[in-house]
């Protein structure tokens, strides 16, 4: 632990950004990519159902270059335009995240949330997983050294200056390691599931990598 070098975050609208999680002193990556039109205004038209959704996949790849079967996913949605340019770019994301990580086996979530899901700056215990907002507010992050990470879930201790919370949007790709990646114990990325505005939601979709 004392011989690693210091932790750090990188982002860029490049999407080789999320190659740079791969580095050891990396527990963090964000490619802040643009969605497309269509797939933003599918994402929207979605949370406008009032609705609620939660959708989990375990997807087993005959390799990493095999694409996902992710029938099943929002169908019930086929008739609001841009449904099938979702599917199709979620099955991209699969693919890319089982490629750099040489991953048989992930985990999928696709859930609306009107509430924080993790309201507290905690860390995850997997050894990396992606985060991505179709729509509504982005994660919210903390460079190393915010907060103490002894008193990680105690309420006093984080941060009251709401200049020091990193914050995504809707679009960007998180690559965050948690607690599990080998060589990273003790240097998971510090993180949480922002609070959206009352009267709106979010369109979060997490992939874990399970082996």
Request: charged letters at 20%.
């Amino acid at each position: 632990m004392n011989d690693r070098q210091p932790l750090r975050q990188v982002s860029s609208e490049q999407i080789n950004v999320l190659c740079e999680v791969l580095r050891d002193e990396v527990n963090l990556a964000v490619w802040q990519r643009q969605l497309p039109a269509q797939i933003s205004d599918f994402a929207t038209a979605l949370l406008a159902q009032g609705e609620s959704l939660g959708q989990s996949i375990v997807l087993e790849l005959a390799s990493p270059e095999h694409t996902p079967n992710l029938s099943g996913l929002v169908e019930g949605y086929s008739d609001l335009p841009g449904q099938g340019a979702f599917v199709q770019d979620l099955s991209w994301l699969v693919s890319a995240f089982a490629c750099l990580l040489d991953s048989k086996r992930i985990g999928l979530r696709l859930r609306i949330l009107d509430k924080a899901m993790c309201p507290r700056f905690h860390v995850d215990h997997v050894p990396v997983r992606l985060i991505t907002s179709y729509a509504g507010v982005g994660s919210e992050w903390l460079r190393e050294g915010v907060m103490a990470r002894h008193r990680l879930g105690d309420p006093a201790a984080e941060p009251g200056d709401a200049g020091l919370i990193e914050r995504c949007k809707a679009g960007h790709v998180l690559l965050a390691k948690g607690e599990k990646w080998i060589g990273n114990e003790g240097g998971g990325l510090i993180h949480r599931s922002p609070q959206p505005p009352i009267g709106e939601r979010r369109l979060l979709v997490t992939l874990d990598w399970l082996g």
